[in-house]
Every structure is written in structure tokens, then in C-alpha cells.
């Protein structure tokens, strides 16, 4: 791997700090803004009525469901597309990565079409007494196919830079390809996995459209914390508020998580 | 004639006088803009008077439908109306009590929750009762208007139907019907009435005891009373309800 210099090394001029001055506070403004108009003092209270416990504890169990999905799918995915070639390969990746662009009702809309009670899967299914929509496999399925992409984009991303040599001596020294597999390229792995895992988990705690158009709300059973908090926004505007403090919070410790591995990774390359 | 009678009109409203009580949407405002924040229940209702009034006074209507709530929270950050009508009377409450609206309030229409199946009932349902067994019924949650009125009615009714969804719009609850999703869902007659032949309805006995009434007002920012008002006469005005009672709106 190519040894990446320090940033001392590449100073930048310095009205470039302008213009990501002004970017960085371009994001972080509406979040200060919400953080000031949350009920700091009542947020306990608002944190522990049984729709905000419920919301919560919906919301941890279904994305933990959905990051198992999302790695056991998503890692054959990646590795795949990153070492096939040729059109189909092409479009493989492109389909793989979809999901991440479209509109969270657009998806909620397919996963309608394809897998509710008259749809093209979903009719099928029905025929034999398995019905997906109302249910909490809805909301998996839903995250699952939204975050996926994120992991299976960093996962292949990492496969493309990876150094051959590794791979290529332990074939040559007789490992079958499932043991490089396993004993040197996953390994190898570990930093943009996590990574992508963390960014992954991160997109399916905010999954929202599919939940919405495919698996309705029903405390306790699909009512995921952003759910929650779009119907408390109508009832109680402050626990919308003291729910999305939860659910930034997630976001931003799953953020740093991940920036924290990729910093790791490419320390370690720096030597 | 008309057109002279029209500005002549509009030349006594602009300079205050305000026409005499009685007479309903005089030629009044050829050219003027009037801003109505409505309930989305009523779009259908009102886009059809707006343009039977827009062709009666010349007067153009601007309409920004959206939920009763959500209207309170835009006029309360100041967006600009003339008119506010709500889908209930806790949501323009708190626009009178914030002094956003200019009078008393008028109600001008009714509408009662009735239950929406597949088009021809296949699943044979007959109001909120044991047909609904084993079947899946979707409705609004508590904290919504629709979802507030069906827990009034389950308590008259004594009844405690199990839905599998409890969605934060009356238009998710029909979508999940229309979609097939759903076995049954509760919304408001109007919107079982305008999702045509995709639904049946059927009326939940006992429905006609909670009614959800639509109260209509002009605000106190609006920058032309006169206009304000022409319209809402001619909303509470025979013609305007005769168009409410075409979308399924009831009398107040």
C-alpha cells in the first residue's frame, strides 16, 4: 500500500478554511438549533414515558437484527462485486448501491410492491399464510435494504485498494481460496467493515419511509424511534424533540466510531 | 355593466366601507388575492368553491392545504392568510387563543368516521365488531383528529377494536386499504368519498354521535376583511354547501 504522508506534509492555503468554515457551519447550525430548543430538564421524564421506551427499545433490537442481515448479506455482496468484472458486474454494483439514493418513500413504495399482501412476491407468500406487512420483520426488512449499501460501498471500496501481494503468496504457498479468504483478507478487512458496519447501523436507526408505507405504527411492535417521532411531533412537540436527541446521539457515537477505525486503519498504514 | 358595477364595487370595499350585511359574494374583488389555509380534508371541497367563487367575484383563491396543525404552527411563525379553516375545533382553538383569527369563528361543516373495506366488502365487514376478528384494521393514533375521534367513539361504543397499524395520517390509513394491505381502515366519510370506487364504505352505527365540526375564520393579519369574509360567507352560503355536501361533508 502506498504510504500516505502526514497533513503536515501537504499544507493548504489558507483561504480554503473560508469557504469549509462556512460548510461546516452549514451542517452543524440546524443541530445546534434543535439542541437549544430541547427540554433538557424534562428530557428523563419525556425519555421514560413506555411510547418512548417502547420506540427505543424497538429501534435497538430491529437495527441489530437488520446489521446481521445487512453483514451476512452484504459481505459475500461486496466481495463479489469487487472481484467480478464485465457489464454484469457493472450493473450488479450499481443495483447494490441504489437503495442508498432513493427516496425513503420510493423504497418503502417497492418494498410495497414487491413484498405486501398483492404484491409480486408478497401474493405468493400470502398463498401460503405468510403475510410481512404489519409485522416487525417489515421494519428489518426495510432497514436492511436501505443500510446495506452503506456497508457493502466501504466493505468493496476497502477490497479495491487492498494490497494482492498478501493474497496472492498464500495461494501460491497452497491456501485454498476459502482459507485467504478467511486468514487474510478478511482480516485485512477489519477497519472498512467496522466502518461500514457503524455507517450501516447508523442508517438503519433513521429508516423511516419503509417503515411508513410498508409496516405501519404500532407501539411495541413497527413503531421505530422515528416514527415515534413523527407522531409526537402532532401530540408532544418536546418529546419529538427529547427522541431525536437519542437518536442523534446514536448517530453521532456510530459516526465517530467509524471515523475512529478509519483513522486507526490508515495510521497503521503511515507506519 | 357588470365590470363597471364590479370596480365600483371593489372602489367602496378599498376605501372601508364594508358591504351591508346579507348580501352573499358581491362582485367584489376583480384581481385581488384571497389566502386560505385549509385543513387537507378539505381540498377537494374547497379548490371546487374557490373556483366557483373566483368566477362569482373575480377574486383569485390561493390555497395552502396542509394538517390543521401544522396551518396553526405556519401562522403562528407568521405566515401571510386571510383565511384559517381547521378540521377541528381544538386546532383553531389554539389559533384563537394565540389572537391569530379576527371574530368568532364560524362552523360550516361536519364529518363523521365511517369504515373503509376492499371495494364489495369480500371480507363481509360490519361496523366495529366481531366481523373484525382475525381480519387487519388500520387506524389513526391517538394525538391526530381522526384518531382522537375514534377513541371518543370506541368509548361510546364501548367497544376496543385490536388494529395492527395505527398511522399518523387519515391518508396512510386509506392507503393501506387501497394498497390491499389493509382488511379495513377508519377514516372520515370524505375521504371514503374520494377515494371513489377503490373502497367501500361502511358506516359504523352509532358514527353520527361523534362528529368532528370544521370551524372557519378570518385572520387578524389579513389585509383585506372585506375579501376575508366574502368568502367565508360564501362558504357557510348555500352554494358553498352545497359543494361541502357533494364531497360528503355534512351540515353543522
Known amino acids: 500500500m502506498s504510504r500516505a504522508r502526514t497533513p503536515q506534509a501537504r499544507p493548504l492555503p489558507g483561504w480554503l478554511f473560508v469557504p469549509a468554515g462556512l460548510a461546516l457551519a452549514f451542517v452543524a447550525l440546524p443541530i445546534a438549533g434543535l439542541l437549544t430548543r430541547v427540554p433538557w430538564l424534562r428530557l428523563p421524564a419525556l425519555l421514560a414515558t413506555p411510547e418512548s421506551v417502547d420506540a427505543l427499545a424497538l429501534s435497538l433490537q430491529t437495527c441489530a437484527a437488520s446489521l446481521i442481515l445487512t453483514i451476512v448479506l452484504g459481505l459475500p455482496l461486496a466481495l463479489a462485486i469487487a472481484r467480478s468484472t464485465g457489464p454484469w458486474a457493472a450493473v450488479a454494483r450499481v443495483l447494490a448501491v441504489l437503495p442508498m439514493v432513493l427516496p425513503p418513500v420510493v423504497a418503502g413504495l417497492a418494498l410495497l410492491v414487491t413484498l405486501g399482501r398483492r404484491g409480486l412476491l408478497g401474493a405468493h407468500l400470502s398463498a401460503f399464510g405468510i403475510e410481512i406487512g404489519f409485522t416487525t420483520l417489515a421494519v428489518v426488512i426495510g432497514q436492511t435494504f436501505v443500510a446495506m449499501p452503506y456497508f457493502v460501498i466501504a466493505v468493496e471500496a476497502a477490497l479495491r485498494t487492498l494490497d494482492p501481494g498478501f493474497e496472492q503468496v498464500a495461494a501460491t504457498l497452497g491456501a485454498s481460496p476459502s482459507r485467504v479468504l478467511s486468514r487474510i483478507t478478511l482480516p485485512l478487512l477489519a477497519p472498512a467493515f467496522v466502518s461500514g458496519a457503524a455507517m450501516a447501523l447508523a442508517r438503519a436507526l433513521g429508516e423511516f419511509g419503509a417503515t411508513l408505507t410498508f409496516a405501519g405504527s404500532l407501539q411495541g411492535v413497527t413503531q421505530t424511534l422515528p416514527q415515534a417521532i413523527y407522531l409526537a411531533r402532532e401530540v408532544e412537540p418536546d418529546a419529538a424533540l427529547a427522541l431525536s436527541v437519542v437518536l442523534l446521539g446514536l448517530a453521532a457515537a456510530l459516526m465517530a466510531v467509524s471515523g475512529l477505525v478509519n483513522r486507526a486503519a490508515s495510521g497503521v498504514s503511515d507506519g | ?252
Open chain 2, 1 to 252: 355593466m357588470k365590470k363597471l358595477v364590479a370596480s365600483l364595487a371593489a372602489a367602496l370595499v378599498l376605501a372601508g366601507c364594508s358591504a351591508p350585511a346579507g348580501t352573499s359574494s358581491p362582485a367584489v374583488a376583480s384581481g385581488k388575492t384571497v389566502t386560505v389555509f385549509a385543513a387537507a380534508s378539505l381540498k377537494g371541497a374547497f379548490t371546487k368553491i374557490g373556483d366557483a367563487f373566483g368566477a362569482e367575484t373575480g377574486a383569485k383563491v390561493s390555497y395552502n392545504f396542509n394538517g390543521s396543525s401544522a396551518l396553526v404552527d405556519q401562522l403562528l411563525g407568521g405566515a401571510p392568510a386571510d383565511v384559517f379553516a381547521s378540521a377541528d375545533e381544538s386546532n383553531m382553538k389554539k389559533a384563537t387563543d394565540a389572537a391569530l383569527t379576527a371574530g368568532k369563528p364560524t362552523l360550516f361543516a361536519t364529518n363523521v368516521l365511517t369504515l373503509v373495506v376492499a371495494p364489495g366488502n369480500p371480507a363481509k365487514i360490519t361496523g366495529l365488531d366481531a366481523s373484525l376478528d382475525g381480519k387487519k384494521l388500520v387506524v389513526c393514533a391517538v394525538g391526530v383528529p381522526c384518531g382522537n375521534a375514534l377513541a371518543t367513539l370506541e368509548k361510546n361504543l364501548g367497544v376496543s377494536p385490536k388494529p395492527v397499524s395505527q398511522e399518523q395520517t387519515v391518508t396512510d390509513v386509506l392507503g393501506k386499504v387501497t394498497s390491499g394491505e389493509a382488511d379495513a381502515g377508519v377514516v372520515y366519510a370524505t375521504d371514503a368519498k374520494s377515494a371513489g370506487a377503490k373502497v367501500t364504505a361502511v358506516a359504523i352505527p352509532g358514527s353520527e354521535k361523534v362528529v368532528n365540526n370544521y370551524p372557519i375564520a378570518a385572520t387578524a393579519s389579513t389585509k383585506d376583511a372585506a375579501l376575508a369574509r366574502a368568502y367565508i360567507d360564501y362558504v357557510t352560503g348555500p352554494k358553498g354547501q352545497a359543494i361541502l355536501t357533494e364531497f360528503g361533508f355534512g351540515k353543522p
